[in-house]
């Protein structure tokens, strides 16, 4: 009997499987097309199981979408422009891009052992010229539409790394690399225009059907729509109006002061000649500009000796403070301030020792605000204090439309519909990532460059032994002449965000070789994506970053109307876990250990672990599971089969030891099986036939449904119970030989190898990843014969084989004539018959 080795059969098979190219995506009419994407790696150099669990689940569809003959896409490439590979530049020498290629070469060599269908023809890097350069394009495009401009805007400014962050790049108010205190700095920047887009990505969520509802939702709170009330502050001193946003006007009678941000147009007036304020504003812009920081910075303020007069009474007038917590950015960068029921007002007034109005009480509460605001849910109903519209009891957003309604009709206020979702700072002061394509010509200004005269690639002789921008101090790179006058002139030196690389990358492995950002024929075909995954960290700015591209792209002639929601159904898998193991430590602090060092709780020297159950996988806490050494101990499909195996997809899995020897094991049990009926005599009969035809149908059944659910959990405990099944089967050999080829093209895409190996051993035609899926047949679906329980009062104490569809009364015959029957009753008649169709008999003696 021959022995299943991994190691000999997954190498075959996927050189079978490239020498035939049956992974490549060709347009073709005859068959109906299918799209699946899992979101390409960043490559750090090391795949990781989050990876294999990731691409086995895209590798699952595409290969029953193959099977079912579909005429499938699932390309491959990499997200690779970035700070890491400057980082790595700066810290062990060498260049970003001998750093990137190189890690891609080592991920991709790291891959290909997991025996993907991809499409390795159409792969791409976000750094190759070849595709930067067709994003530069589509810059252009967008620039002539209208859907890109260039402003001055306060950002995060990294003072050490000297480039502007990202929100998601500030942590706790630093640079998420240098750790520096981030600071407020206003520069000019290229934007985005996808806040014109607000209602449109915002109401589009609701088609979005195959979207888990939680990443929807996170989209809608970080579009943020809210309707509130626009209107002005007199100034006592005749000077502009201060126009204030607010979202809970009704709370009026509650302003303690107007603030306005360190940016505002009167700040920036006010300190031209007073150097103390200049001081201050110094101070505010330290800060950075995410919400969190704005939230858990000291809450600063100065009295600009302003005032204004309350739109409700003109002889009520309100001091106007400027306040750090306060943006330029969002609403009018003015607000009134309504201490009692809001939290942030109260601290700042409490500092400041400005007077805590309340407007609203709960119904049962008359107690005044002291440390804590009162902010109860707008759909609370509160008891209002004198309101102005004459409210007494009502929820807050009752009394938010009643007071919008209120200054409309009164002429002082203008009811206003706004979003949280800003317009998309792309602008970044790096060298490693996308060339901003125009040029700054002293007679022209601001010129897009040609596009015949891109890409505008990046040099490669650049150092990082300085902080900055090194395209900055680049000596020939950023001199050019203007394409415009042809006069001298000088390069923009920003760099793209490079969440810009992955919004459309996408809409590129249509036509990854096209001398156009997109070949419309070839998207036409292919868009949009079936199936798109990835993790959930990427629910909001990728996939809103994405959506945004589709439209713009649509718009610029770069995609059909069709693909304006790229992305048709999406699924969020979960992590891959595995146990922490660590010790004390010095000063309190845990030494983590690898999983090959500990055996059965304790070190090679006997020290026991402490064991922390479930946790992420993380090289610092070295809970590192290496799938390299996964593939080389077991095989792919083992690393396949129990990622897939454990939990729901949507669900973390833990990677335990046991867990993949047990997979292998019963690996090996089914290629055994394997072996075992190829050696049977081709003309043996048996007993049981009909019953494993109908199990065989059953199974098909079962795994089809759960593979087309996203259930392959579900579908490998369908696998392993028809495998015992099978086991356990005493049926002849050409019912045995269909059962195991079928459950060799039920495992196949996950486990492909194997079942490729089982398919050729039973003398299968052609290739099984070619192979037409099997279809089940409704009629086996239907048991001919039902097992019934015969329960006597209340005991389960016989069983009857019966035709399904027997009538209730001749059932009732058959369960009484039972001897075990007879023998309670012993000659007597039962109290009462009851059967249940298909389901138990229940007789009381």
Not at 459 to 465: A, E, I, Y
Request: with cysteine; charged share 25%; net charge negative.
């Amino acid at each position: 009997m021959s022995r299943y080795s991994a190691a000999e059969i997954e190498a075959k098979w996927q050189e079978a499987w490239d020498k035939a190219g049956i992974f490549q995506a060709t347009r073709t009419g005859d068959k109906p097309k299918y799209y699946v994407l899992e979101m390409f790696p960043y490559p750090s150099g090391r795949i990781h199981m989050g990876h294999v669990r990731n691409y086995t689940m895209g590798d699952v569809i595409a290969r029953h979408k193959l099977a079912t003959g579909h005429n499938v896409l699932h390309p491959m490439g990499w997200d690779a422009f970035g700070m890491p590979a400057e980082n790595a530049a700066m810290a062990i020498g060498g260049h970003p891009k001998e750093w990137t290629y190189g890690n891609i070469a080592d991920m991709r060599d790291q891959m290909k052992p997991l025996g993907l269908s991809i499409d390795w023809s159409r792969e791409f890097a976000t750094c190759d010229p070849e595709y930067y350069g067709q994003q530069q394009a589509l810059f252009l495009d967008m620039l002539q539409a209208g859907l890109v401009y260039r402003k001055n805007a306060v950002v995060n400014w990294d003072p050490v790394d000297m480039t502007v962050l990202a929100n998601e790049q500030v942590e706790n108010g630093r640079g998420w690399r240098s750790g520096a205190l981030v600071e407020r700095r206003e520069l000019t920047q290229w934007f985005f225009k996808i806040s014109d887009f607000s209602e449109e990505l915002l109401s589009a969520l609701d088609g979005l059907d195959n979207w888990p509802a939680k990443v929807r939702l996170m989209q809608e709170n970080w579009i943020g729509k809210s309707r509130g009330l626009q209107f002005s502050f007199e100034r006592t001193d005749d000077g502009d109006p201060i126009t204030v946003y607010t979202t809970r006007p009704d709370t009026l009678n509650g302003a303690s002061f107007v603030g306005i941000s360190p940016d505002h147009p009167i700040s920036k007036e006010l300190e031209q000649d007073n150097p103390e304020l200049a001081a201050f504003l110094a101070e505010c812009r330290k800060g950075g500009t995410t919400e969190e920081a704005i939230e858990t910075a000291e809450k600063l303020g100065y009295d600009t000796g302003i005032r204004v007069k309350h739109p409700l009474n003109p002889e009520w007038e309100l001091p106007v403070w400027i306040a750090n917590f306060i943006l330029m950015d969002y609403g009018t960068g003015a607000i009134f301030a309504c201490p009692a029921h809001d939290q942030r007002d109260l601290d700042f007034c409490r500092k400041y020792d400005l007077p805590v109005i309340d407007t609203f009480f709960a119904l049962d509460d008359n107690t005044p605000v002291a440390k804590d605001a009162f902010v109860p849910a707008k759909s609370e109903k509160v008891r209002w204090v004198d309101h102005f519209a004459g409210l007494d009891e009502a929820t807050g957003e009752e009394a938010i439309n009643t007071t919008v309604d209120f200054a409309e009709q009164q002429g002082w206020g203008e009811g206003v519909t706004k979003y949280r979702l800003r317009d998309w700072g792309l602008s970044r002061q790096r060298y490693w990532g996308c060339p901003i394509p125009v040029v700054h010509c002293d007679d022209c200004g601001v010129v897009p460059e040609k596009k015949e005269n891109l890409p505008v690639r990046l040099p490669d002789d650049v150092t990082f032994d300085k902080p900055g921008n090194p395209l900055d101090r680049h000596p020939t790179w950023r001199d050019c002449v203007c394409p415009s006058c042809g006069k001298p002139a000088q390069r923009e030196t920003d760099t793209m965000d490079t969440f810009v690389d992955s919004s459309w990358y996408f809409a590129r492995f249509t036509a990854p070789r096209a001398e156009t950002p997109t070949d419309l024929a070839e998207a036409e075909y292919w868009m949009n994506v079936d199936q798109y995954i990835g993790g959930i960290e990427h629910a909001i700015l990728h996939l809103l970053y994405s959506r945004f591209f589709a439209r713009a792209m649509q718009i610029t002639g770069h995609l059909p109307e069709k693909a304006i929601e790229p992305f048709d159904a999406l699924f969020t898998q979960g992590m891959v876990t595995h146990e922490i193991y660590q010790t004390p430590g010095p000063n309190g602090r845990p030494v983590y250990h690898l999983p090959e060092d500990v055996t059965d709780g304790k070190l090679a020297d006997g020290t026991e672990v402490e064991i922390i159950p479930s946790a992420k996988m993380s090289k610092s806490k070295k809970n590192v599971v290496d799938p390299v050494s996964i593939i080389s101990a077991f095989g792919a499909d083992t690393a396949r089969w129990f990622v897939l195996s454990d939990s729901p997809p949507e669900r973390d899995v833990e990677w335990t030891a046991s867990g993949a020897e047990a997979t292998h094991k019963h690996l090996s049990r089914v290629w055994k099986l394997c072996d075992k009926i190829a050696a049977m005599d081709p003309t043996s009969k048996g007993q049981g036939d009909d019953d494993l035809l109908r199990e065989t149908h059953k199974a098909i059944h079962d795994v089809t449904v759960g593979l087309e659910s996203f259930g392959f959990n579900a579908s490998i405990a369908r696998l392993y119970a028809f495998t015992n099944t099978l086991a356990k089967s005493k049926a002849g050999h050409a019912a045995q030989r269909q059962a195991i080829m079928t459950l060799a093209q039920l495992m196949s895409p996950m486990t492909p190898h194997l079942s490729e190996d089982i398919w050729a051993h039973q003398g299968g035609e052609g290739l099984i990843a070619t192979a037409p899926w099997p279809v089940a047949d409704d009629a086996m679906l239907i048991d001919d014969t039902v097992t019934l329980p015969i329960q006597i009062n209340g005991k389960r104490r016989a069983e009857i084989n019966v035709p399904a569809d027997m009538d209730k009364a001749e059932v009732e015959k058959i369960a009484l004539a039972h001897e075990a029957v007879q023998k309670v009753l012993n000659g007597g008649t039962p109290k009462k018959v009851i059967v249940v169709p298909g389901r138990i008999v229940n007789v009381v003696a």
